[in-house]
């Protein structure tokens, strides 16, 4: 009773505070610029702009409850204009202990009239009951669209005891806070300790992955990761993400789950002895699809290429004694690659073009970067 009473005084409470980038992220395009509105969407839906809200830690029998509990947030119908349940539901959640097993995407056209209710949802403005669900559902906004391409903020426990740790610490606080509480508390700690004023949001890595089991292992043994959804007010999504990254990529930022309390909280002197029991290390780090050279690049051309499939064969070409470095492993696709765009230029080229193309000073690089399964410097 004595932690639940914490948590509700820390997480509980903090997680209710307002965040004005929140607002920003849904109101604004990744230009910052405001998105605009269709009065007549109906006219041609598919011309007029729409928002998308992502519903994850769902633990219904059916997906038949979430539009029944649109209906009833004035939600109709017509104004949804898809609703994707791509998720897997379990009629039976109780060997899950109660965690989430679905997600599910739902459009909806921006009108007037209908886009304040869908806004208050994701603000956690006001309560989005639906029937069967055991806890609240974590809402986040979709933004896979915007910024396909550009880096983004990656928060992961920076070795195996804070994962196992971190992975504790959501078990214990959700059994009376929702995730979604969770996500919010933390995204108002790095706002205040670390000076993430652009951090609307923390979402996972992989869509419709649930908080709980974020840190076990999937594929090529990778965890997943917490990614920072960053405000779009002026100068943009991108120059926010990168001024971030900027200032803080590669740091280790502790964050305290229960020392949350905004200032008109005062924790009882009993309960003060658990503030400091919950808290975990982060690292701060870059995920893209594409690397810094590609971003400076006039026009770049990735190849994605399987690693488990082909390891073994680009281990068997590397200098004895480098056996499983990954940069010996880089370097040899690297002259494979330069030796193919050699030959297929040499084709069209002179020699002297060629050598000005490819050459020391020439203006294509070739540049390879494999997976670490292991966080490295």
């Not at 769902?58 to 119908?77: Q, V």
């Not at 590609?294 to 680009?314: G, K, R, T, Y």
Request: net charge neutral; hydrophobic share 40%; with cysteine.
């Amino acid at each position: 009773m004595e932690l639940q009473e914490v948590f509700s005084l820390t997480v509980g409470a903090s997680s209710n505070e307002p965040n004005t980038t929140q607002e920003d992220r849904y109101d604004k395009n990744a230009k910052g610029l405001l998105k605009p509105f269709s009065p007549d969407w109906h006219a041609n839906p598919s011309a007029h702009p729409m928002d998308t809200l992502v519903f994850t830690n769902l633990t219904l029998a059916t997906s038949g409850p979430l539009p029944w509990a649109l209906d009833n947030a004035n939600i109709p119908p017509g104004v949804r204009g898809t609703c994707q349940t791509s998720c897997l539901f379990s009629p039976d959640t109780s060997d899950w202990g109660g965690k989430g097993t679905g997600w599910a995407k739902v459009t909806f056209q921006r009108t007037q009239a209908a886009s304040a209710h869908p806004r208050s949802i994701y603000l956690n403005k006001v309560p989005f009951p639906i029937d069967g669900q055991r806890t609240q559902p974590t809402i986040q906004i979709c933004r896979d669209g915007q910024g396909d391409h550009s880096p983004k903020i990656a928060l992961e426990p920076f070795n195996e005891p804070s994962k196992r740790k971190f992975t504790f610490i959501v078990a214990l606080i959700c059994l009376s806070q929702p995730e979604g509480g969770l996500l919010r508390s933390m995204t108002y700690l790095l706002r205040r300790d670390s000076n993430w004023i652009a951090l609307a949001e923390l979402l996972t890595s992989r869509t419709g992955r649930n908080l709980s089991g974020l840190m076990q292992k999937t594929v090529f043994q990778k965890s997943g990761q917490m990614l920072g959804g960053i405000s779009c007010f002026y100068p943009g999504l991108v120059a926010n993400t990168q001024q971030l990254l900027a200032q803080h990529e590669g740091a280790i930022i502790n964050v305290n789950f229960l020392r949350s309390a905004p200032k008109d909280h005062q924790i009882l002197a009993h309960l003060t002895r658990f503030l400091d029991s919950l808290s975990v290390s982060f690292r701060v780090s870059r995920q893209a699809q594409i690397t810094a050279r590609e971003m400076a690049s006039v026009a770049a051309v990735a190849l994605w290429v399987n690693q488990q499939s082909i390891s073994s064969n680009l281990y068997s070409g590397v200098p004895d004694g480098s056996d499983g470095n990954v940069y010996m492993v880089e370097l040899l696709l690297e002259n494979r690659f330069r030796s193919l765009l050699r030959y297929c230029a040499a084709q069209q080229l002179s020699a002297a073009d060629l050598e000005w193309l490819l050459g020391s000073i020439g203006c294509i690089a070739v540049e390879a970067t494999a997976p670490r399964n292991e966080i490295t410097e």
